[in-house]
């Protein structure tokens, strides 16, 4: 800090440089595969439905932890001098949203998986006739974690560190409560979302009842379909996004396995919307419409008769000259 302009230089050192490299790399091409995902969500109408705003809502926010990493990157790397006063604000905020915008990925997945387990057992549109209780669900699972940040950093239970050529992080101050954070962070929710899938699907597989083989055979089907569905999609997401929240609390994100977390987390960010899109039918459906309608145009052209253009010249007149002296 300079006592004469009252502010700090904020710099990345070459070892955090060295960690941080890969991750901006991988952050553009997150960045391009989630702009090319909200093209088809803008463009298609089919893809823009209710049932779908919980994926929706983790998609925005593996946006804000993009946005948010670029933001400190460029911070960091324009080496300019930054007020104390506005340094430790930037730094407040670079710890707490990196573990919040995680932390509430977890219970946006958990309200998906309570919302489809309505669905399927009392085979009622959740979102149309309780639509007030998603929007509280909405709001308790954006404002809780955050006020609990707050709190943890107002009653003295979790540490700022505040490296001056590093990223900041927020770490709690003891064991016990690195325990709790780590129960309500992860435990509690990924626990509960896993324990609603499982009952859907055995709802789903429960056929006592059903005396049509055919509606046992379209059930059996939808419940393939959903196995594979969710087993992709909570594989890639528990091995990619599960090391950083189980890391957080213990290690700094400089740390080697800090930096490793930290590099599959933002993998995962890449990886969510085709992941997403690969299985569901409805994005399938409409990247297969353009397609269709190339093919069709395609054909159509080939299929157009060309017109024969008959020239006259002099061969025609050698024709009319030999006709006559017939």
């Avoid at 959740?126 to 940040?149: Q, W």
């Avoid at 943890?152 to 064991?175: E, F, H, Q, R, V």
């Avoid at 056929?207 to 083989?213: L, N, R």
């Amino acid at each position: 800090m300079n006592n004469k302009t009252d502010c700090e230089i904020v710099i990345w050192s070459q070892q955090a440089t060295k960690i941080v490299k890969p991750i901006f790399y991988i952050c553009i091409l997150a960045t391009i595969i989630h702009l090319l995902f909200w093209i088809q969500f803008i463009i298609y109408p089919t893809v823009r439905q209710r049932s779908m705003q919980w994926l929706y809502a983790y998609l925005v926010t593996d946006l804000l932890l993009l946005t948010r990493f670029f933001v400190f990157y460029a911070y960091r790397w324009w080496s300019m001098c930054v007020p104390y006063f506005l340094r430790t604000i930037m730094c407040y905020c670079e710890a707490i949203f990196d573990n919040y915008l995680n932390l509430i990925q977890s219970y946006i997945l958990l309200a998906l998986n309570i919302c489809r387990y309505l669905q399927i057992v009392y085979n009622h549109n959740v979102y149309a006739l309780n639509h007030r209780c998603i929007i509280i669900a909405h709001i308790l699972i954006y404002f809780l974690p955050l006020i609990s940040h707050i709190i943890l950093i107002k009653g003295g239970w979790s540490n700022l560190d505040d490296p001056k050529d590093d990223a900041c992080d927020l770490l709690p101050t003891s064991l016990s409560i690195r325990l709790v954070f780590l129960l309500f962070s992860y435990v509690i929710p990924v626990t509960l979302a896993l324990i609603f899938l499982l009952l859907s699907l055995s709802h789903i597989h429960n056929t006592d009842g059903i005396q049509t083989q055919q509606i046992v055979d379209a059930r059996l089907k939808y419940h393939r379909q959903l196995i594979i569905q969710s087993s992709v999609f909570y594989s890639v997401w528990l091995i990619l996004w599960s090391p950083h929240l189980l890391v957080f609390p213990f290690y700094h994100k400089s740390t080697t396995i800090g930096s490793i977390a930290q590099i599959l987390n933002y993998i995962n960010i890449t990886v969510d919307p085709i992941v997403i899109a690969a299985l569901d039918i409805r994005f399938l459906h409409s990247w297969t419409w353009p397609g269709n309608f190339i093919d069709r145009r395609t054909r159509r052209q080939r299929s157009v008769p060309v017109p024969v253009i008959m020239l006259s010249g002099p061969s025609d007149e050698i024709i009319e000259h030999s006709s006559n002296s017939m």
